[in-house]
């Protein structure tokens, strides 16, 4: 990280008087960028700092800089890394990446076994995400309990996600499971004892197909195109509709 001023680590239940800025802040930064989040209240953010299920960024002088919480879904199957958020006084300094890595740190330190996700509209933490070993997935790849995706339900692209029967969005969906890194280890560590390229019957093939490290300028304006798509097809649907019945309005919400 650029700033040798900030520090980022684990939030305590000492932290909770900044869980407000904290919170104001998320509500801001969705308005600013048009889109939405899971609303979460100053309480909630410091349950997650009592439970230790959070990290913080703070300068030296004790000034708020960032924070990210962890949940946890499905019978602590699946992990999301939530909330991201960085003070606007603070951005470019490299700490959303400081926090990723930490939250991450964090979350395979309290539930190992579990698949870590996200769902984000954002190419810097899609990046970020990619270098922490997370890899694009189908939305059938995460998480199918209601109330993860219920918290979509304050996003202005709801809609979107409704109509395509929560199998497509705007966000792109990306997974670390531990037990496929675990066999992508075994099957290297064999390989390099062996001085053999292992493909373990075509498994380690199918799965570099999903990286996109290598060329993410490639995957970036894929995730574009995809978003072009999604929302003229919205548009179309749309319109369609109010063509064909004046009186008649399309609600997707809860559907």
């Known amino acids: 990280m650029e700033n040798k001023d900030i520090i980022v680590r684990a939030a305590t239940a000492g932290d909770k008087h900044y869980a407000k800025t904290i919170t104001d802040e998320m509500e801001a930064s969705a308005k600013a960028r048009g889109t939405g989040i899971a609303k979460r209240s100053p309480d909630y953010v410091s349950l997650k700092?009592?439970?230790?299920?959070?990290?913080?960024?703070?300068?030296?002088?004790?000034?708020?800089?960032?924070f990210c919480y962890i949940e946890a879904w499905g019978h602590e199957k699946f992990v999301a890394n939530s909330?991201?958020?960085?003070?606007?006084?603070?951005?470019?300094?490299?700490?959303?990446?400081?926090?990723?890595e930490k939250i991450f740190e964090l979350s395979r330190k309290k539930y190992p076994d579990a698949k870590i996700f996200g769902?984000?509209?954002?190419?810097?933490?899609?990046?970020?995400?990619?270098?922490?070993?997370?890899?694009p997935v189908t939305y059938s790849e995460l998480t199918d309990d209601e109330e993860f995706w219920k918290g979509c339900r304050s996003c202005v692209n709801f809609d979107v996600l409704t109509a395509k029967n929560r199998k497509n969005c705007l966000c792109t969906a990306m997974l670390y499971d531990p037990v496929e890194?675990?066999?992508?280890?075994?099957?290297?560590?064999?390989?390099?004892?062996?001085?053999?390229?292992?493909?373990?019957?075509?498994?380690?093939?199918?799965?570099?197909?999903?990286?996109?490290?290598?060329?993410?300028?490639?995957?970036?304006?894929?995730?574009?195109?995809?978003?072009?798509?999604?929302?003229?097809?919205?548009r179309r649907d749309n319109s369609s509709g109010a063509a064909g019945n004046s009186k008649k309005r399309f609600f997707f919400w809860g559907l």
Do not use: C, Q
């Open 119 to 135: 769902l984000t509209t954002g190419l810097a933490v899609m990046k970020i995400n990619s270098d922490l070993g997370y890899e």
């Open 83 to 100: 909330g991201l958020i960085v003070n606007p006084a603070f951005r470019g300094h490299g700490v959303a990446k400081a926090i990723k």
């Open 49 to 66: 700092m009592d439970e230790g299920k959070a990290v913080i960024a703070l300068t030296k002088a004790g000034e708020w800089v960032g």
């Open 181 to 234: 890194k675990a066999k992508e280890a075994e099957e290297k560590a064999a390989a390099e004892k062996n001085k053999l390229v292992v493909t373990s019957g075509g498994n380690m093939e199918a799965r570099k197909k999903r990286k996109f490290k290598g060329n993410f300028s490639l995957f970036e304006r894929w995730v574009r195109y995809k978003k072009y798509v999604l929302l003229k097809s919205m």
